[in-house]
């Protein structure tokens, strides 16, 4: 955990127990944290708060977790879990943080989740970029608007790789990158591209935001090695513990994700925290 994270993660910590809403004061009731206990915050300290879970987000009142709210997104999540779905708020202003890899300037965002396709649409808004959404479910329309928009990158997740990759390929376009953003990936995702258009990876899940990259030096290599970003900290076991500082509207601290991040440092030269799904 480095020092400016920790930085950021006290007073996030400082600003959800002050705040009114009470999701985060509810859950660290037991917990003893008081303003010296967050003063002395260290990494060991901060993994003994409890974790939250996807199943207790969904249940509990969407008011008692909003903690800031402006223009940006309301998204609805489905939750198994929990039998239902649930509100989550992100500003514009952390979607511009989302640092999405890409190269180009006519991006086509196609997925097949449309909150997660207008998220990354605005992303792109947001650096006075004008992207092209795709119409998923319509694929006669879909590929004859990437062809006349002339489009020369792809943000999509897997399923939308698995539907589209061969026929917009067939359209012979410059696509200088296609950044696949999904919770998981497949062989299908890294082959079938032209061999110079650039492929980045990111791990990302509807309530968390994006997590993790693809090390552009493991790529060239054909290996998939991932760095948490700056504002990202990763406990990695079966069921990976995040902390994202970058939200405040609805923050996610201590979340218990369902993935498997494997700590493979060693497999990496750079030097970062490096990890394997």
């Given amino acids: 955990m480095s020092e400016s994270f920790l930085k950021n ?7 959800v127990l002050a705040a009114e809403p009470e999701f985060y004061r509810k859950k660290y009731l037991n917990a003893v944290i008081d303003d010296d206990c967050i003063r002395n915050l260290d990494e060991e ?12 987000i969904a249940r509990a009142p ?6 800031q709210e402006g223009s940006g997104i309301t998204k609805l999540i489905p939750c198994v879990e929990a039998g239902r779905s649930f509100l989550l708020h992100r500003t514009l202003e952390e979607i511009k943080e989302d640092d999405l890899p890409y190269e180009g300037a006519r991006p086509m ?8 396709a ?4 605005l992303f792109f808004y947001e650096r006075n970029i004008l992207p092209l959404i795709g119409e998923f479910r319509n694929p006669a329309v879909a590929v004859s608007s990437a062809r006349q928009y002339n489009i020369d990158a792809l943000v999509m997740d897997h399923t939308a790789v698995l539907q589209y990759r061969r026929m917009l390929c067939a359209l012979n376009l410059n696509i200088q990158s296609v950044t696949v953003v999904d919770s998981t ?7 079938g591209w032209p061999p110079e258009t650039t492929k980045y990876f990111v791990v990302s899940f509807p309530e968390t935001g994006r997590l993790a990259y693809s090390c552009p030096r493991a790529a060239a290599e054909d290996k998939l090695v991932l760095h948490p970003y700056p504002d990202v900290y990763i406990e990695p076991s079966a069921l990976s513990v995040i902390t994202s500082v970058r939200f405040k509207s609805c923050p996610m601290i201590r979340y218990r994700a369902p ?3 494997e700590d493979v440092r060693s497999v990496c030269g750079c030097g970062k925290a490096s990890f394997a799904l």
């Avoid at 300290?45 to 207790?56: D, G, H, N």
């Avoid at 969407?62 to 903690?67: D, P, S, T």
């Avoid at 207008?118 to 649409?121: A, F, L, P, V």
């Avoid at 990936?185 to 082959?191: G, L, P, T």
């Fill in 9 to 15: 993660l006290k007073k996030l910590l400082a600003d």
């Fill in 45 to 56: 300290r901060f993994k003994t708060l409890p974790a939250v879970t996807k199943e207790e």
């Fill in 62 to 67: 969407y008011a008692g977790r909003l903690y």
């Fill in 109 to 116: 965002v196609l997925m097949s989740n449309m909150y997660e």
């Fill in 118 to 121: 207008i998220e990354r649409c």
């Fill in 185 to 191: 990936f497949h062989k299908d995702d890294f082959s």
């Fill in 259 to 261: 993935v498997y991040f």
